[in-house]
């Protein structure tokens, strides 16, 4: 008898962003494990809670392939969507490290509300054409990768959103970002989106010359407008941003 | 008295990916105005519906804004999430070159499950990496632009997802895109994800060598690999597909 692996997406915060499938299979969960907030964010259930640090993807992970192999139906929890920068790549990772019997399990991805697209949402338009959507954070990858991808990005003329902004370990990446962005585009619409659809969420509506890296955190989705990417002004009113869909040389 | 648009996203098809927000919205509304196969799939209400063809999405974004000016309580509806390819951008568009009054309505964006995160969780974690969303559609902007953006994707080695890859009105459009990709990258893993979560869906994993343009049509999302894509084999099952968290040179 084997169980399940359920990689699940609690979307963005609020449960109005939690789709019916993530709380189906929520509810069918024998245990759900993830990192300490976002288990918090699961309806009460008498499913066992494994609660565990950040930055402990990958024994998170093989916590739960050993607990399906056992029998279980384990939800693994992320914020967002579980395909992006979350739980699902690090237990495919796991799988292909780990026992081979763990290939013959059933495991189910379920797709969530990713914070780019909610981040979108509350400013308008801006995603309105192509865009490209980057982790900031060099813990598993060298600056190097990420400043060509800057580099290539802005070449490309693509909407940027960055996850993993800053963290208490890495408070200058994104100052050495906005540098390069700076050095390579000129100036660009920004916005720093933080904590969208939460009780604290604020929004900072600001170019690439006045942007300033102390008001982004780890919990700010940041988004950086193409050539095309403008404001809708609306007197006293936040103005709306949107990049249009016709691309004009 | 005004009354409100609200441009709401239906994810990529089945009701489980349907958000608690957009239905709550769309049980308010007094119309829905869309592309039919989409207000098709909107739950019986008394609201209005006003469908309309493929490629008048201005025409449709204007008739939204009359109404709400009118005092409707209008819902605007797109497949997938509004921000990504679909009606929001129009919307802005249209309240941007239009009626000034219109910037004093309320316009409220549901996001929604986009097809690239319902295709990515149905294949593994191919997103697991930065990555970019492209729209092959020529409609509003020059070829040119595509192909550089091609270009700069695999530079910067982001994993690539693209919408609107195909339509009978451009039919070449993808194999020109594969044809740049196979300049630019050499060997790739692709995937052709057709009507994710729908009762037709039909995935193939394939490689940039081995694709077949006319397996590709409107409804496919493609998704094109890293260098650091890969295959977890699993003897008959069909294959994992993810991408690593860690980039190596």
Redesign the interface.
């Known amino acids: 008898m084997t169980g399940r692996v359920m990689i699940i997406g609690l979307?963005p915060g609020p449960?109005?962003?939690?789709?019916?499938?993530a709380s189906?299979l929520l509810a069918e969960a024998t245990d759900i494990i993830g990192y300490g907030p976002y288990v918090d964010r699961v309806p009460p259930s008498p499913a066992r809670r494994h609660a565990s640090d950040n930055r402990v993807?990958v024994d998170r992970a093989r916590h739960a392939l050993e607990l399906a192999t056992a029998g279980a139906d384990v939800a693994v929890v992320s914020g967002g969507?579980?395909?992006?920068?979350a739980m699902?790549?690090?237990?495919?990772?796991a799988?292909?490290a780990g026992d081979p019997a763990w290939?013959?399990l059933d495991?189910v991805?379920?797709?969530?509300?990713?914070a780019v697209?909610?981040a979108?949402?509350?400013l308008?338009?801006?995603?309105?054409?192509?865009?490209?959507?980057?982790?900031l954070s060099d813990n598993?990858?060298?600056w190097s990768?990420i400043e060509?991808?800057l580099?290539?990005?802005v070449?490309?003329?693509?909407v940027l959103a960055f996850y993993n902004p800053a963290s208490k370990a890495r408070p200058d990446q994104i100052g050495r970002a906005f540098d390069v962005l700076r050095r390579q585009a000129g100036e660009r619409i920004v916005v720093l989106a933080k904590a969208v659809g939460r009780p604290d969420e604020d929004i900072i509506v600001t170019s690439l010359s006045a942007v300033k890296p102390e008001e982004v955190d780890m919990r700010t989705l940041v988004l950086i407008g193409s050539s095309q990417t403008?404001l809708?002004?609306?007197?006293e009113?936040e103005p709306?941003i949107?990049?249009?869909?016709?691309?004009d040389?």
């Open positions: 979307g449960a109005k962003w939690v789709t019916p499938e189906a993807e969507d579980p395909g992006v920068f699902a790549a690090a237990v495919f990772e799988v292909e290939r013959d495991i991805v379920v797709p969530g509300v990713t697209l909610a979108a949402a509350r308008g338009a801006p995603l309105g054409h192509d865009f490209c959507v980057i982790s598993l990858k060298p990768i060509k991808r580099v290539a990005a070449e490309g003329d693509f403008r809708i002004e609306r007197g009113a709306w949107y990049s249009p869909r016709r691309w040389a």
